[in-house]
């Protein structure tokens, strides 16, 4: 399979921890990136690799992986993390790119 | 400062071509794979296609392969997308991406298909 299949939304408190999912059979063979999309906005790589941030992001984001499941956590959510978020990976082919339905997170 | 900017959308009839392009800057573009990913609107994103550093590896998503040509011009530090055949479901937000993480994206250019 091809498919990358995400919860559609997730609410979480302000200042505590969610978690968004992503679930593929190419998750078994590679890892998932993360990304982060508010309104209007271009989509910003949040998580790569096995649990890495690029520069900026700050490290109440985090990554991780097991079996077909992939996993964005975030550790004490501001309001600020509100939007929508997509995981991609390589399909199983490994030489085209797919990307999940997206998560739409709420901080109340 | 790393930045990539598409450009080229417009309005299009079913059947109809439109070219887009990507400039880059801020990095020196020849070192990297780049994408091409589309957002219909108030829905997800879907990645289109891929061409290697080169040019020499290109790769499509099934719902534009035969009809979309990815190619790239490194003299230019360029992207293109050809679009041939356009559908109503191809209109969207289409960006450039940078490398195999996605990790840079433009702001996206509109195409529209309609009648």
Redesign the interface.
């Known amino acids: 399979s091809s498919e990358l299949t995400q919860d559609p939304a997730v609410s979480v408190a302000l200042g505590q921890t969610v978690r968004i999912t992503c679930q593929g059979d190419s998750l078994r063979s590679y890892y998932a990136?993360w990304?982060q999309?508010k309104p209007g906005q271009?989509?910003?790589?949040v998580i790569?690799g096995k649990n890495n941030r690029?520069s900026g992001i700050p490290d109440r984001f985090s990554g991780s992986s097991s079996g077909n499941t992939a996993s964005l956590t975030i550790t004490g959510a501001q309001a600020e993390d509100e939007a929508?978020y997509?995981c991609?990976s390589r399909d199983s082919s490994g030489?085209?790119?797919?990307?999940?339905?997206?998560t739409k997170l709420t901080v109340l | 400062e790393v930045q990539l900017v598409e450009s080229g959308g417009v309005v299009v009839q079913p059947g109809g071509s439109l070219r887009l392009s990507c400039a880059a800057s801020g990095f020196t573009f020849d070192d990297y794979t780049m994408h091409w990913v589309r957002q219909p609107p108030g829905k997800g994103l879907e990645w289109v296609s891929l061409i290697s550093w080169d040019g020499s590896s290109t790769y499509y998503a099934d719902s534009v392969k035969g009809r979309f040509t990815i190619s790239r011009d490194n003299s230019k530090n360029s992207l293109y997308l050809q679009m041939n055949s356009l559908r109503t479901e191809d209109t969207a937000l289409y960006y450039c991406a940078k490398d195999v993480a996605f990790d840079i994206w433009g702001q996206g250019t509109m195409v529209t298909v309609s009648s």
């Open positions: 990136r990304y999309q271009a989509p910003v790589l790569y690029p929508d997509y991609n030489n085209r790119w797919v990307f999940g339905g997206g």
